[in-house]
């Protein structure tokens, strides 16, 4: 595990598609699929979270979380060829623990349906179901928290 560096930005947006094309169909639709990958080369999208969030990256290339702003798990994406070998679980020790060193008390996050599983067996808390869309294209997800105290 490393923190990201400013030169790892295209490759985050790599494991970002691969995540979700490798691993949505189970739960989401080809329309969803298609919004959702999308934003990755979008100008402007996810540009600020990925240069100015704090983050790291599990194995070579094997998946990535991000905190942005500093108390909200805004990312947190892993290979489908990575996926339940425990890079996700790293991933999210990493990010509570260096955000309880920064002296937060509290972690903020909008789960998809592919991660509320994952953050629920780690504590998280759904707080309530938010709708929402992509390119009109309506999705679902969790506004959770969790306690870091």
């Known amino acids: 595990m490393r923190p990201i560096q400013a030169t790892d930005i295209p490759l985050l947006r790599e494991i970002f598609v ?3 094309h490798s691993q949505a169909a189970q739960i989401y639709s080809p329309e969803q699929i298609h919004a959702w990958a999308s ?3 979008l100008p402007g ?3 600020r979270t990925l240069e100015e969030g704090q983050g790291w990256i599990s194995g070579v290339d094997d998946g990535f979380a991000i905190r942005h702003p500093s108390n909200r798990l805004s990312m947190l994406y892993c290979r489908g060829r990575s996926s339940r070998q425990g890079h996700g679980s790293a991933l999210l020790q990493a990010i509570e623990s260096d955000a309880q060193r920064m002296g937060f008390k509290r972690l903020q996050t909008e789960a998809s349906l592919l991660s509320r599983p994952m953050l629920e067996r780690r504590g998280w808390m759904v707080i309530a179901p938010e709708s929402f869309t992509i390119a009109s294209v309506p999705f679902l997800r969790f506004k959770m928290d969790k306690s870091l105290s």
Do not use: E, K, S, V
Request: net charge negative.
């Open 39 to 41: 934003l990755a080369w």
């Open 45 to 47: 999208i996810l540009d």
């Open 18 to 20: 691969d995540a979700i």
